[in-house]
C-alpha cells in the first residue's frame, strides 16, 4: 500500500517509523499528534494518514480519547519511567479495561488518610473502589481517596469504563504528572480472594500509590491490589 502514497505522507510515515526505532518500547504512548506533526514536519492531517498507515499494518493502535500506542504483547506491564492510567496500559496492550465500581462516595477522612493527602483532619474526601478487569477477567483491586474540595465533579463519572486519570484532567482541571509507588508481595485477604478468584492467602502484588501534580499537590492515593499472575514490574536502574 505504501506505493500509493503521496510524498508527504511517505516522508511522515519513514519519520514515525524513525521516531518508534530510536527506542520507543512497546506499550508506549506517542506524543500528541500536535507535537509529533511538528517534529515531522508535516500538517496534522497527513500524520494522521501515515499514522493509520502503521495502524493497518498492527503497529500501532489508536485510542479515539487517549490516543496513539505502539502496540505491545500481551502481558500486562509497567515500567519505572513511565506514568500510565490502567485503562492507558490496557489499550496499549490491545486490552479492554473495564471495571465494577465497589465504592464512589464523598465521606470523611480518616488521620492517616489526611496525614498522606496533607489535609486538614476530618476533611472530606472521595472514596473510589474498583474491581479492574482485562478483557471481562479480574485482576486488580483498585482502591483510591482523592482530595474532596478539587476531584468533586468525578462523583458523576461512570468509572465502569473511564479512566481517573482522565477524569481527573477533563473534569477538574488536574493534570497527574508523578506517582510514587510502594510494591510488596502479601497473601490475600478473604474480600480480595473471592474479588479476585483466588484462594485466601493466595499471593497478592499490593501497590501502593501517591499521586501528584506537577508543583507537588497531591491529589490521591490509591491501593492496587494485583493477582500474583497478572502483573510485572519493569524498571531501569542506573549506577551512580
Known amino acids: 500500500m505504501e506505493d500509493v502514497l503521496?510524498?508527504?505522507?511517505?516522508?511522515?510515515?519513514?519519520?514515525?517509523r524513525g521516531h518508534l526505532?530510536?527506542?520507543?518500547?512497546?506499550?508506549?504512548?506517542?506524543?500528541?499528534?500536535?507535537?509529533?506533526?511538528?517534529?515531522v514536519g508535516?500538517?496534522?492531517?497527513?500524520?494522521?494518514?501515515?499514522?493509520?498507515?502503521?495502524?493497518?499494518?498492527?503497529?500501532?493502535?489508536?485510542?479515539p480519547q487517549r490516543g496513539w500506542f505502539v502496540r505491545g504483547?500481551?502481558?500486562?506491564?509497567?515500567?519505572?519511567?513511565?506514568?500510565?492510567?490502567?485503562?492507558?496500559?490496557?489499550?496499549?496492550?490491545g486490552f479492554t479495561a473495564e471495571a465494577d465500581v465497589l465504592t464512589l462516595a464523598r465521606r470523611t477522612a480518616t488521620i492517616e488518610e489526611a496525614e498522606r493527602l496533607r489535609i486538614p483532619p476530618v476533611?472530606?474526601?472521595?472514596?473510589?473502589?474498583?474491581?479492574?478487569?482485562?478483557?471481562g477477567i479480574p485482576v486488580c483491586v483498585d482502591e483510591a481517596v482523592l482530595v474532596g474540595n478539587r476531584c468533586e465533579p468525578v462523583l458523576e463519572r461512570d468509572f465502569t469504563t473511564a479512566s481517573l486519570y482522565e477524569?481527573?484532567?477533563?473534569?477538574?482541571?488536574?493534570a497527574v504528572y508523578r506517582s510514587s509507588c510502594t510494591i510488596q508481595a502479601r497473601g490475600a485477604t478473604p474480600e480480595q480472594a473471592q474479588l479476585l478468584n483466588l484462594d485466601e492467602g493466595d499471593p497478592?502484588?499490593?501497590c501502593d500509590e501517591r499521586t501528584t501534580t506537577a508543583?507537588?499537590?497531591?491529589?490521591?492515593?490509591?491501593?492496587?491490589?494485583?493477582?500474583?499472575?497478572?502483573?510485572?514490574?519493569?524498571?531501569?536502574?542506573?549506577?551512580?
Open 6 to 16: 503521496s510524498p508527504t505522507v511517505s516522508h511522515a510515515l519513514t519519520e514515525v
Open 21 to 39: 526505532k530510536r527506542g520507543v518500547r512497546p506499550g508506549a504512548k506517542l506524543p500528541s499528534e500536535r507535537i509529533l506533526a511538528e517534529q
Open 42 to 63: 508535516v500538517s496534522r492531517a497527513t500524520l494522521r494518514l501515515a499514522l493509520g498507515q502503521l495502524e493497518t499494518e498492527g503497529v500501532l493502535i489508536r485510542h
Open 73 to 93: 504483547n500481551d502481558t500486562f506491564s509497567d515500567r519505572a519511567s513511565e506514568l500510565q492510567s490502567f485503562s492507558e496500559l490496557a489499550v496499549s496492550r
Open 123 to 135: 476533611s472530606s474526601v472521595i472514596e473510589l473502589n474498583r474491581l479492574r478487569k482485562l478483557d
Open 167 to 174: 477524569a481527573l484532567e477533563t473534569d477538574c482541571d488536574i
Open 204 to 206: 497478592v502484588l499490593v
Open 215 to 240: 508543583d507537588g499537590t497531591i491529589v490521591l492515593t490509591s491501593r492496587l491490589t494485583y493477582r500474583w499472575d497478572s502483573y510485572r514490574f519493569t524498571a531501569d536502574l542506573y549506577r551512580s
